[in-house]
């Protein structure tokens, strides 16, 4: 069985792990700048037109309530995201956290193997000399 050496794993582990990091973590970020960008024009004030006939006043009513009621829903549709965006993030570094636990548990059952190997080698050399031995004592 090959095993190679915990520390060479580690580096290349670590080299690998940096680059995906920076990977995610650049997707996260425009993911989170489009959804701003995608409602900032919700929380703008609304320009006003010079061309426009003014309203009366049931109708800017109307539009007033209808406008709120679209940046509310909009502001808690951006929290839940963020929030969801967090707990995400959260998850990411469990399951990275797990992932090494893995490997240096993998590293670990690799040495132990090579050492049972080395010691059933090292008993079963022992054992055919014994044997040798002992048909040397019974031919003599």
């Known amino acids: 069985m090959n095993a190679t050496r915990p520390e060479k794993i580690e580096a290349t582990e670590t080299e690998t792990v940096d680059t995906n990091l920076a990977a995610v973590t650049e997707v996260e970020a425009g993911i989170r700048d489009f959804v701003r960008n995608d409602i900032a024009y919700l929380r703008r004030p609304a320009a006003s037109t010079t061309d426009a006939p003014p309203l009366d006043p049931s109708a800017e009513a109307t539009v007033n309530n209808v406008n709120s009621l679209i940046q509310r829903v909009a502001g808690t549709s951006l929290a839940e995201i963020e929030n969801l965006i967090s707990e995400l993030e959260s998850l990411r570094d469990l399951l990275h956290a797990e992932g090494q636990r893995v490997q240096r548990e993998i590293s670990g059952y690799a040495q132990l193997s090579q050492a049972a190997m ?17 048909d040397g004592l019974r031919n003599s």
């Open 118 to 134: 080395k010691s059933t080698r090292m008993i079963a050399d022992n054992v055919a000399q014994w044997k040798r031995a002992a």
